[in-house]
Structures are given as C-alpha cells and as structure tokens.
C-alpha cells in the first residue's frame, strides 16, 4: 500500500492480480447481504518492557481464524473489526465521500498479558497502537488492491500488510470485479525509459557533408564496487533472571533487498549495534538493530531439534523509503538442541522473492547454552568433507546419460540397417 493518493482503476480481468492465502473475511448487513470484504496478510512487531528496565520486541501474525461480531458497516462510516487471540484486535476505519471512499486510520489492540506472544511482560495492560493510513481516493465499487508490502510505524508497534484486497460500502451485496490498484504497485511494474547523459562540457561534433550517420558515444553506466565482507561479530540474548546467556549468535551478516525493481546489498554495521530478544523453552528470538537495519531471528524447537523459524527485516534508506519483508514459515539452520549450528562458509538464503540474507562464519546455539559458550558444533553441507563429491556425482550422472544416449542410438540405427537389409 503505498501513502500517496495515486490510484488507477482496472478491470479484474484485465490484469493478473493473484493474491496469496490470508486472512479473508466477509461482513454482512442486517439483511444479510454482504457489505464490507477483505482479504489480506499481516504481521505485528511489538516492544514492551520486561523485567530489569529492559525491553523484548515480539513478533506475530494476524491469523486466519478471527472474529468479525464487532465490525459495523454505515451509510458514510464503516469499521472492520477482527478479534483473536486473548484480548487483541486489529480494526480498519473506513469513510465516504461522493464517488469516493478512504481508510481513516488503522488500530491494533493487544494484551500484555498473553504470555504465549509477550514472553516475561511485567504490564497485565491492553495497548492501542493507532496510526493514520493515507489510503484515499478509491473509487465507489471497487476493491483496494496492494500487492506491495508498507509498515505503519508508531512509537512501539509495526504494522506490515501486504496481498491486500478490501471493499468497502459494498453495494448490491457483492464483491466488485474492478480494482483501485496501490501506486506501489503501479511503480514497481512500470520501468521508465533509461536516459544516458553525456558529459555537457564536450562540444558538439563538426556538421559534415557526410552521407554516414555519426553515433554519439553515451557514458556508461558506473557499477557499484564489490562490498567487503561483512564484519563478524558475536551476539548474545541473556536471561533476564541470572544474566547468563540463553542465545548465541556469532556471523557476518549482509542482506539483499529488491526496492521498486532496483536490487541493493547492505552489510549489517556492527559497531553501535544492540542485540536483544528473549528465550524459551520452544521458542527464542533475537533481535539486531543498526543505524540502518532492524532484523529479527525466530527460532524454535521440538524438543529435539532447532531451527530458524521465521524472520523479519526493516531496512531504513538514508533517501528516508522504509523496505520491510517477513517470512515465518522457514526452516534453517536446522541443529539438534543442546548443540550448535555451524557454517563457516559464505551461505545465502532466499527469504522471500524480494529478500536474500547472507552470512558468513556463521555459527548460532539458541537453546541450551551453558557456561556462555558454544557446544559442539554440527557443520552444514558447505563446510563437510563430503562437499566436493557433489561435482563429482553430478559429473558421473552426465556422462552416464551420455552413454546411454549412445547406445540407444547405436542400437537403434543397427536395427534401422537391418530392416533394410531384409526388404
């Protein structure tokens, strides 16, 4: 969603405009015809304080199993209530004018005292985070379409939608096949025309009476130099009861982002750098923040294994544009608890299609850590011994291929000659 009032109209079937699975509700008026829908997909990031004058910063998501009783659907006003969890709630303002409709604000409502997110909050407290939502202009009879990620910030509390597809004021009782389509979404698939300049002191070239066309020579684009490798650094989350460690983290960290079509790489700074989270006994989360970048590690275990769960990044540019993407559905750095995870070598995950995280003398322990210090390590692929036979297999696959493809040739011309021969 992006906070300009810059929106086209478009024809469902004009376009392709293909939505991920959400959170997907359809609210209905006192005659039971339906007045307001949306669907889409949310994530939450929280800080709140614990124990020792110190702060955790959680993370959630909007789940697809909310309630819908308290949403209200007006004349001019409409309000979109969705409850869940113990005691929170997220709720979109929404208001006409003419033709035209509009989000008013947006709210997240959250319990302090729902341990299952707020792991060690000292506040039994329910919190309001609202924030005003620049989304104007829709068109009357139509859905508000954002495939695009946009964070509302307030002073404690992160909101990231994205695959979002809302109507409000639904008239005749169904969804609208017309979109109002973000202008995020407009930019990110529009490429303007490249323009090479020349330096501007050289002069024109002599007219001639030549008949050949002269080309004129175009400076070629600068290419950004290679970043160094990042700088490894060690990070630790402690317990906040006996300030021992609980969490162990030591790499080199670099991130690649995609912002309007245009892909960037950016090494985490670790110098002013702070590390915090928290831990559990299936769960723990740290938490990196830079002058520049904020990134979050979920981890969770079975018991018997860990591994990195989830992850959040929010990148803050210095031309002031905010790039955010999540996933929690991942499944790395997989190790058994009670050890560690190592990978010495560069490694790079793609977190999302828009997100790639590289790290580099990796090594992470966030269950059971003991005298502060790593156990024993278990080694990714990269790092093992038995890396270098991956060429060598593939190599004898192909030629294995080859050679069967030669026989089947040969035996297949032999019997060509010989069907010849009998004629």
Known sequence: MSRRAAFVLFLVLGIEFHLSCGTEVSINDTDGKLCLYAKLMATFSVTYEVAGNQSNTTQFELPNDVATNESICGNTTSTLKLQFGEGHSWSVSFSKDGEMYQ???????????????????????????????NITDVSMDTCYACKSRDTFQSEMVNQTLWNVLIQAFVTNGSKSENLTVCAADLSSTTVPPTTYVTNATTSAPPITNSTHATSVPTTPTPTAPPLPIPTTENYSVKHHGNGTACLLVMFGLRIGFKQAE???????????????????????????????????????????????????????????????????????????????????????????????????????????????????A??????????????????????????????????????????????
């Open 262 to 376: 245009k892909y960037q790489e950016m090494n985490f700074d670790p110098k002013g750098a702070k590390a915090s989270g928290s831990c559990g006994d299936n769960s723990s989360q740290l938490v990196l923040t830079s002058q520049a970048i904020t990134i979050m590690f979920d981890f969770n275990s079975d018991t018997k294994k860990f591994r990195l769960h989830a992850l959040n990044v929010t990148v803050n540019m210095s031309s002031g544009v905010v790039f955010n993407d999540v996933n929690s559905n991942l499944s790395l750095w997989e190790a058994s608890v009670g050890s560690s995870y190592m990978c010495k070598k560069e490694l790079n995950n793609t977190i999302t299609d828009q997100f790639t995280l590289y790290t580099f003398d990796l090594q992470v322990q966030p269950f059971e850590v003991n005298m502060g210090e790593f156990s024993t």
């Open 103 to 133: 989000v008013d604000s947006v709210m997240l409502t959250y319990n302090l005292s729902d341990m299952t997110i707020f792991h060690g909050s000292i506040s039994n407290e329910t919190v309001f985070a609202n924030v005003t939502a």
């Open 378 to 423: 278990e080694e990714c692929f990269l790092d093992s011994d038995l890396s270098f036979l991956v060429p060598i297999a593939v190599g004898v696959a192909l030629s294995f291929l080859i050679i069967l493809v030669l026989i089947s040739y040969l035996i297949g011309r032999r019997k060509s000659r010989t069907g010849y021969q009998s004629v």
